[in-house]
């Protein structure tokens, strides 16, 4: 049996660093042209370099999105940018359009190319077509149900990859086709730089009463009646394998590091569990409430199980946010962990520790001493260099958070 792929999200040399620590099978990341997220601070073309070797050495691959839809004007700048993917060593592009397809196939022929989930593929028809022009994978439209996902399983090519969104933030609209933000804020959503207008608070005003604001019921602070929940499908890890999904993606290339690292740990364990028994995967609690514990809107299974709604947020715009980071592992010697502090801690708090590929552990502070080597009540400044006295060894990277 072939384990899906942890496919994580990479807005940055510290999100891909967490990705890879804590398990993720492949990045995606963007340039900083063509690339479907401006937010990010993205990689320069040394950047991708240096990223590719540094997920390389790791068995990590690496797919560099190509997916906005170029205008007349960038076109000529686009053979540039596929001679670089095929020699910064990518393992693959992510495309939206037709004509990128097709001046990456003639240009790189042996480079895998995946169909970004713009493209809104529904149906085996269009998936089969596009794997016939020479697509090793389509990231399916995140409208699809899981029956709909089996029926393009059965119905295209076994060589054809299938690819689907599992966690993160939905899109109001089909597949990310937004002009709303271009409309009300001059930002085009389908070159990266959506404003989210579907995440603000909206009411209702008569033409000739302006400035009388009529609530479209929800609350006192008005409707957000675009505002769709988070996806999250950490408890049907079975049921996305059996529909013919290999690849689980996760959103986030504009979250923090510590989304990606807490999300990818989360999925790659379910997926262990899943290996363990196929035929019986249950997630355990702990492991539901680990998708909990990074920044989230209230979650829900999408499409997947046949909603013709998946669910919107009505409570407010903005996200649940119960935990926090208060220091990260850097090294350990002589019964001491080096941390590098995030957030103010004081000795006598209770913590836990996330470490790569294992469930988190309870964790005390029971000393803390800072770089001169004295003895301090409290860790204050941010990015600041600490010891803690920890019986067991951690590896850098592990994640020391708390409840808010």
Request: negative net charge; charged residues 25%; aromatic residues 10%.
């Amino acid at each position: 049996m072939l384990a899906p792929e942890i496919l994580a999200p990479a807005g940055d040399l510290e999100r891909i660093t967490a990705a890879v620590l804590f398990g993720a099978d492949a990045v995606y990341l963007a340039g900083k042209s063509f690339g479907m997220r401006a937010s990010p601070d993205n990689f320069t073309h040394d950047g991708i370099i240096n990223a590719v070797k540094l997920c390389h050495e790791r068995g990590v691959k690496v797919y560099l999105t190509c997916n906005t839809l170029p205008t007349n004007e960038e076109a000529g700048r686009l053979p540039e940018f596929i001679r670089f993917a095929g020699d910064a060593g990518v393992d693959a592009l992510i495309v939206a359009d037709i004509g990128v397809l097709m001046a990456a196939k003639r240009m790189l022929p042996d480079m895998p190319v995946h169909i970004s989930t713009q493209m809104g593929v529904v149906n085996y028809l269009l998936a089969t077509e596009l794997y016939n022009l020479g697509a090793t994978r389509v990231i399916l439209a995140r409208e699809l149900s899981l029956s709909d996902i089996s029926v393009i399983r059965d119905k295209t090519p076994a060589g054809l990859a299938l690819e689907a969104f599992v966690h993160g933030a939905m899109c109001m609209s089909f597949s990310g086709r937004c002009v709303i933000s271009q409309y009300l804020t001059g930002r085009d959503p389908n070159r990266g730089q959506c404003a989210q207008p579907c995440r603000w608070a909206y009411h209702l005003m008569e033409e000739k009463r302006e400035g009388l604001y009529f609530p479209v019921f929800e609350d006192e602070d008005g409707s957000y009646i675009l505002n769709a929940q988070d996806l999250c499908m950490i408890g049907h890890i079975d049921k996305l394998c059996n529909a013919g999904i290999s690849s689980f993606k996760i959103e986030g290339r504009a979250k923090s590091a510590y989304y990606v690292a807490a999300v990818t740990n989360a999925y790659k364990l379910a997926v262990e569990i899943y290996k363990q028994s196929p035929g019986d995967y249950k997630a355990p609690d702990w492991l539901l409430e680990e998708v909990r514990k990074v920044s989230h809107r209230q979650y829900s299974t999408g499409f997947f199980f046949g909603e013709s709604n998946p669910g919107q947020y009505y409570e407010s715009g903005g996200y649940v946010r119960d935990w926090d980071v208060a220091a990260v592992v850097t090294g350990y010697k002589n019964g001491l962990l080096t941390i590098t502090e995030r957030n103010r801690f004081s000795c006598g708090e209770t913590f836990e520790i996330l470490s790569p590929g294992k469930r988190p552990e309870p964790f005390a502070v029971t000393k803390i001493l800072d770089e001169a080597g004295e003895d301090t009540e409290t860790a204050r400044h941010p990015m600041s260099v600490y010891k803690i006295p920890c019986e067991k060894e951690y590896p850098a990277g592990s994640i020391i958070r708390r409840k808010k």
